[in-house]
Every structure is written in structure tokens, then in C-alpha cells.
């Protein structure tokens, strides 16, 4: 699969600091791979949205066809859903 990052998911994660920056990555990295990996949730009142944990972060992303991913958001806990 492929693996796209919105313009605000891309800022999000170049202002991170390095460590959690290395953790999302390698996060999205294995999205590629499968689309629901162990953890991931549906998000509600949104088709084929999802959300991935990583630490305090978490990774928004969207399935597009069968074949693309999108990530649209990548944010803190509690700002993540607004």
C-alpha cells in the first residue's frame, strides 16, 4: 500500500522532537504493510478513518480505494480530535 502524509501531517511531524518523530515514522512505515495494525480503532462518524497510538501522539489516517492511505493528522491526545 501506499502511504501519503497531508501538508499538516507532514509540519506536525517535522516539529516533533526526534525520538517521537522516529517512533510515529517507523509507525507509518508499517502502515504500508497493513492497515490495521494491532491498536488501530475506527474512528466514529467517519468511513474508513482511523487512529493509531503512539505514545501520547496519534496518527489520524484515512483508507482511500484499496490500495492508498492517507494520513491527515498527527497530534497530541488531547487535541487530536478537534
Known sequence: M???LSTKAQ???ENLP?????RIESKISELGETPYPPGCK???GAPSSYR???GVY?????????????VFK???????YD
Open 58 to 70: 496519534r496518527i489520524l489516517y484515512t483508507l482511500v480505494g484499496r490500495d492508498t492511505i492517507v
Open 42 to 44: 475506527k474512528l466514529r
Open 74 to 80: 498527527i497530534a497530541p491526545r488531547g487535541s487530536a
Open 18 to 22: 526526534e525520538e517521537s518523530r522516529n
Open 11 to 13: 509540519k506536525a511531524l
Open 52 to 54: 493509531l497510538r503512539v
Open 2 to 4: 501506499k502511504v501519503y
